[in-house]
Antibody, heavy 117, light 109 residues
Framework: QVQLVQSGAEVTKPGASVRVSCKAS????????ISWVRQAPGQGLEWLGW????????NYAQSLQGRVTMTTDTSTSIAYMELRSLRTDDTAVYYCVRDWDYQWHYWGQGTLVTVSS | QTVVTQEPSLTVSPGGTVTLTCASSTGEVTSGFYPNWFQQKPGQAPRPLIY???YKHSWTPARFSGSLLGAKAALTLSGVQPEDEAAYYC?????????FGGGTKLTVL
C-alpha cells in the first residue's frame, strides 16, 4: 500500500534551517510529484510548493520564495523539504503529499517543526 | 495572490444534508481549478475526499459528493453521521499554484 513516512519532530532556533524528509513506498516514486503543506498550530493549511520527482522541476509558493528548497533522492525514494532563515511563525506541522495530475491522494503523517529561542 | 473562501463554521443535525462551498477571489471556480476536498479531525493528517470537482477516492463514503454550485466548488454531505464532525478544507489550482481555503468547521448536533 502507498505510504509516506516523514522524519521526526524538530526543535530549532530562529535563523537556523531545517530539513524534513518523506520516504515513499508502495508505488513507483518517479511517476508522481510531491507537494509540501504546513499547518501552524490551530490554523489552516498552507501549500508550500511542489516537485516533479521525475525531472526535479519545482514550483514554490510565492510566500516562501528564496527560503525553501525541495529535492528528491530517487535511489532511496525520499523527498526532502529544506526551510532556511527560520522564524517563530514557521512553527507548524509539515506534511508531504503525493500529488499528480491535480489529484491529491496520500499524505504523510506530518512532522512538527518548532522554532523557538 | 488568490484567496480561497469557505464558510468558517456550519452546524447540521444527524441525518441531515449540508453543503460547504469554496470560492475564489479571482472569480468563477471552473473545472480548471481542479478542486480537491479534505476532511481533518483533531490531531490527524487531512484525509482526501474529492478531487477534480466530483471524483471520489476509493475510501470516500458515498454520502460525500462534490460539484460546482454557481460560481463555487461545493461539497455536499447527505445523511450526515456524527463521525463527520470535522474541519473540511478545499484546495484550488490557479496560476500555477495551489491555494487552500481557510476551512469549514462542521458541527453535527
Amino acid at each position: 500500500q502507498v505510504q509516506l513516512v516523514q522524519s521526526g519532530a524538530e526543535v530549532t532556533k530562529p535563523g537556523a534551517s531545517v530539513r524534513v524528509s518523506c520516504k515513499a513506498s508502495g508505488y513507483t516514486f518517479t511517476n508522481f510529484g510531491i507537494s509540501w503543506v504546513r499547518q501552524a498550530p490551530g490554523q489552516g493549511l498552507e501549500w508550500l510548493g511542489w516537485i516533479n520527482v521525475k525531472n526535479g522541476k519545482t514550483n514554490y509558493a510565492q510566500s516562501l520564495q528564496g527560503r525553501v528548497t525541495m529535492t528528491t533522492d530517487t535511489s532511496t525514494s525520499i523527498a526532502y523539504m529544506e526551510l532556511r532563515s527560520l522564524r517563530t511563525d514557521d512553527t507548524a506541522v509539515y506534511y508531504c503529499v503525493r500529488d499528480w495530475d491535480y489529484q491529491w491522494h496520500y499524505w504523510g503523517q506530518g512532522t512538527l517543526v518548532t522554532v523557538s529561542s | 495572490q488568490t484567496v480561497v473562501t469557505q464558510e468558517p463554521s456550519l452546524t447540521v443535525s444527524p441525518g441531515g444534508t449540508v453543503t460547504l462551498t469554496c470560492a475564489s477571489s479571482t472569480g468563477e471556480v471552473t473545472s480548471g481549478f481542479y478542486p480537491n476536498w479534505f476532511q481533518q479531525k483533531p490531531g490527524q493528517a487531512p484525509r482526501p475526499l474529492i478531487y477534480g470537482i466530483g471524483y471520489k477516492h476509493s475510501w470516500t463514503p458515498a454520502r460525500f459528493s462534490g460539484s460546482l454550485l454557481g460560481a463555487k466548488a461545493a461539497l455536499t454531505l447527505s445523511g450526515v453521521q456524527p463521525e463527520d464532525e470535522a474541519a473540511y478544507y478545499c484546495l484550488l489550482f490557479h496560476g500555477g499554484a495551489w491555494f487552500f481555503g481557510g476551512g469549514t468547521k462542521l458541527t453535527v448536533l
